[in-house]
C-alpha cells in the first residue's frame, strides 16, 4: 500500500473514533474500579465484550453496504498474522498447561534456584528471554516459554510477579527488535530498501545500551532478595523446556517449536508423573486451550476493527496529520525528519496493536519523509522497528502483554510500568535522535 502526502487516500478522522471507544470503556472501566478499591478492577469489564460497541460502530460508520463492511471485518480478522497469532496462544497455553500439569514448571525452578542467587534471578530472566527472542524472531513465542517459568520463581521466592514477567516481557522485545528473523526487522529494512546487516549495525547501538541499563535496574531491584532453600526434582521434567530453548536457535517455526515441546511434555509426563495418564494430558490440552480464549478472541476483534479502520481511512489520516506537523517544523531538519517518522510508527501502532503492520502501514509514508529531509534510510528502519517493539511492549491490549498476563493472572495495565527495558529503549532512540548517534558511513 503506497500512501503519498499528496494523495488522501479517502483519508477520515471518524474513522478513527471505534477504537477510542473501545479503550474508554476497556480502560475506563479497570481505572474506575481501582479507584474504588475492586479487585481485578481491569478484569470487571472482559475485553473480548468492550470491543463488540467498538466493532458495531465501526460497521455502521463504514460507507458502503452493512455486508461489506461485514466482510472486510471478517477478512482483516482472519489475516495470516492473525491466524498465526491465535494458534500461537492456543499452543502457548496447551504447553504451559501440560508442563505445569506434570511439575515441569515447579521442577525448572527448583533448579534455577539451586544454581542462581536471588539477586540475579531477574537479569537471567531477561537474558534468557532476550536470547531466545533474538534466536527465533518472534516476541509471542519466547512469552510463552518463559513466562510460567517467570511466574514460577516469583512464586518460590519473595520478587514479586510483576517484575519477573516484565523481565521477560522486555527481554522477549529486546530479541524481537534486534533478531535478523523478526517480522518487524525485514518490514523495516524492505520498506526502506536497506540491509538486514546496515540496519542491525544502527539498531545494535540503541538497544544494547538499553539493555544493560536494564539489567543494572533488575539487579538493583532484587539485590536484597532472600535465598530460599530450593526442593528436591526430578531432572527429566526440565526436559520440555530445555527442548524449547534449544529448538529455539533452529531455523523451525515457532508453531513447531510449541508442538514438539506439548509433545515431549505429555511423554515425558506419561512416563515418570503416575497419575499422568492420556485422559489427564487431554484435559491439561483443552485447559490451555480455555485458558487463552479471552486472548485470542480479542485480537481477532481488533485485527477486524483495525481493518475497518483502516479501508476507511482513518490510519491514513492519522499518518497525513503527523506528516504535516513533521512537514512545519523547521528547526533541526534531519531530527525533526526522524522525529516525525517514529510518530508515524508509534501512532500506526497505537491503532493497530501490531508492531509489523503498523511498520508496513508507515513504511511508504517514512520513505517519503527520509528523502524530502536527507535522512539515512539504515536509521530510519532502524527508528521503524525500535519505536514499533516500544510501543507493542506497552500497550495493555497488544498480544505480547495479552499474552504474559494471562499466563500470568494479572492485569496488563499493571504491568505496562513495570517493563523496564521499553521505557529505557524509548529514551536512548529519543538521544540518538536528538544526538544523531550513531552516524554510519553509507
Not at 52 to 75: H, M, T
Not at 335 to 358: D, K
Not at 377 to 387: E, G, I, N, Q
Amino acid at each position: 500500500m503506497s500512501i503519498s502526502p499528496q494523495d488522501p487516500v479517502q483519508a477520515r478522522a471518524l474513522a478513527l473514533l471505534p477504537l477510542l471507544v473501545f479503550l474508554a470503556i476497556f480502560l475506563g472501566s479497570g481505572i474506575y474500579h481501582s479507584l474504588i478499591g475492586t479487585e481485578f478492577a481491569f478484569y470487571q469489564v472482559k475485553a473480548p465484550v468492550a470491543a463488540l460497541p467498538a466493532l458495531i460502530l465501526a460497521v455502521l460508520l463504514y460507507r458502503d453496504k452493512l455486508n461489506v463492511a461485514i466482510d472486510e471485518f471478517l477478512s482483516g480478522a482472519s489475516h495470516p498474522n492473525l491466524i498465526l497469532m491465535f494458534m500461537v496462544f492456543m499452543l502457548a497455553g496447551s504447553f504451559a498447561s501440560v508442563s505445569s500439569a506434570i511439575g515441569s514448571v515447579d521442577a525448572t525452578v527448583q533448579l534455577g534456584l539451586s544454581v542462581i542467587p536471588p539477586s540475579f534471578v531477574l537479569p537471567m530472566l531477561f537474558i534468557i528471554a532476550a536470547f531466545i527472542a533474538t534466536a527465533m524472531g518472534t516476541s509471542m513465542g519466547t512469552i510463552a516459554a518463559c513466562a510460567p517459568i517467570a511466574f514460577g520463581f516469583a512464586q518460590a521466592t519473595d520478587i514479586e510477579a510483576i517484575y519477573a514477567i516484565g523481565a521477560v516481557v522486555g527481554g522477549a522485545m529486546f530479541g524481537d527488535n534486534l533478531s535478523m528473523i523478526s517480522d518487524t526487522t525485514i518490514a523495516a529494512t524492505r520498506s526502506q530498501h536497506v540491509e538486514l546487516r546496515d540496519k542491525f549495525r544502527v539498531n545494535v547501538w540503541i538497544a544494547l545500551p538499553a539493555a544493560l541499563v536494564t539489567l543494572v535496574i533488575y539487579m538493583l531491584v532484587s539485590h536484597d532478595s532472600q535465598a530460599l532453600d530450593y526442593k528436591e526434582y526430578n531432572i527429566w521434567l526440565i526436559l520440555p523446556y530445555l527442548a524449547v530453548f534449544f529448538l529455539a536457535f533452529s531455523r523451525l517455526h515457532v508453531l513447531v517449536i510449541l508442538s514438539i515441546g506439548i509433545l515431549i511434555s505429555g511423554f515425558i509426563g506419561l512416563l515418570t508423573t503416575p497419575d499422568f495418564g492420556f485422559l489427564q494430558l487431554n484435559t491439561a490440552i483443552y485447559d490451555g486451550f480455555i485458558g487463552m480464549f479471552e486472548v485470542a478472541l480479542l485480537s481477532m476483534f481488533l485485527g477486524g476493527l483495525s481493518a475497518l479502520m483502516q479501508k476507511e481511512g482513518g490510519l491514513q489520516w492519522l499518518i497525513q496529520r503527523i506528516y504535516a506537523v513533521t512537514h512545519l517544523l523547521k528547526a533541526g531538519r534531519e531530527r525533526s525528519g526522524e522525529l516525525g517518522v517514529s510518530c508515524l510508527v508509534i501512532f500506526s501502532n497505537l491503532f493497530v496493536a501490531n508492531n509489523t503492520v503498523a511498520i508496513i502501514l508507515s513504511g511508504d509514508m517514512a520513505r517519503e519523509v527520509a528523502k524530502e529531509y536527507g535522512l539515512d534510510p539504515k536509521r530510519v528502519a532502524a527508528l521503524l522497528d525500535t519505536f514499533s517493539c516500544v510501543v507493542q511492549g506497552l500497550i495493555p491490549y497488544g498480544a505480547q502483554l495479552l499474552l504474559a498476563c494471562s499466563i500470568a493472572k494479572m492485569s496488563p495495565v499493571e504491568l505496562i510500568g513495570n517493563i523496564y527495558y521499553c521505557w529505557i529503549l524509548a529514551i536512548f532512540a529519543l538521544i540518538a535522535i536528538v544526538t544523531r548517534y550513531p552516524r554510519l558511513k553509507t
